[in-house]
């Protein structure tokens, strides 16, 4: 299957301060890439959708202004958790899609631990 | 909207036993299922997929899943479990929502007792 790549796989960030989190698709171009974050013992559950280009769309209940997306080119879409508080502490996935692919191939994860 | 349902929480089965994970969805059209399972503190591994055709899938590490029409069932089994089997087992479903969208149920956890 196609490759999926996040950095970094974890991060420790201060209360206040942003993190950047990237999702590359390796070998080949996602028109569409999707953010997943993963409570403790939970699902995964979508935060937003971005295709190259244009506006993320986030799911309900989504801080848009908390949580970036960008997704400028077709490989590499990034996530900025801005203003970060404890409460932002989860494991974030990303996913990537290309207009042919019939499954989304994900990235290993992010472990985001704010202090 | 899609949506999945995974009735069981936790399953505990004794290693060298069969193991069954019931999973239902919901979607309009011919959805796109997916078995995935996920180790503590790990990403994403995706054992099986049904598209289309044959109701009975086959996936990586003896595990296979059966499609039900019928019952909008997805299935996952394995005739004999072992103690690396322990994880979190996710059933998703898949669809065309500008991008392929992945929605996934809320996990099952697997305990393997000796």
């Known amino acids: 299957g196609a490759v999926v790549s996040q950095h970094p796989s974890w991060v420790i960030c201060k209360s206040g301060t942003s993190v950047k989190i990237e999702c590359r698709s390796l070998?080949?171009?996602?028109?569409?890439m999707f953010w997943y974050r993963q409570f403790p013992k939970q699902s995964l559950m979508l935060m937003a959708t971005?295709?190259?280009?244009?506006?993320?769309?986030?799911e309900q209940g989504v801080e848009k202004d908390k949580f970036l997306i960008n997704h400028a080119s077709l490989t590499l879409s990034t996530l900025t958790v801005t203003s970060a508080h404890p409460e932002d502490s989860s494991f974030y996935i990303c996913?990537?899609?290309?207009?042919?692919?019939?499954?989304?191939?994900f990235g290993q994860g992010t472990r985001l631990t704010v202090v | 909207a899609q949506s999945v349902t995974q009735p069981d929480i936790h399953i505990t089965v004794s290693e060298g036993a069969s193991l069954e994970l019931r999973c239902n969805y919901s979607?309009?059209?011919?959805?796109?299922l997916f078995w995935y399972v996920q180790s503590p503190g790990q990403g994403l591994q995706l054992l099986l997929k049904?598209?289309?055709?044959?109701?009975l899938v086959q996936g990586i590490k003896g595990f296979e899943a059966e499609f039900k029409r019928s019952q909008s069932s997805f299935t996952l089994r394995k005739p004999s479990v072992h103690w690396s089997d322990a994880a979190e087992y996710f059933c998703?479903?898949?669809?065309?929502?500008?991008?392929?969208?992945?929605?996934f149920g809320a996990g099952t956890r697997l305990f393997v007792k000796a």
């Open positions: 996913s990537a899609t290309a207009e042919v692919n019939t499954e989304a191939f």
């Open positions: 070998d080949f171009q996602a028109t569409t």
């Open positions: 971005s295709n190259e280009g244009s506006k993320a769309t986030y």
């Open positions: 979607y309009g059209a011919t959805p796109y």
């Open positions: 049904y598209f289309s055709g044959d109701t």
């Open positions: 998703a479903v898949g669809a065309y929502t500008g991008g392929f969208k992945t929605i």
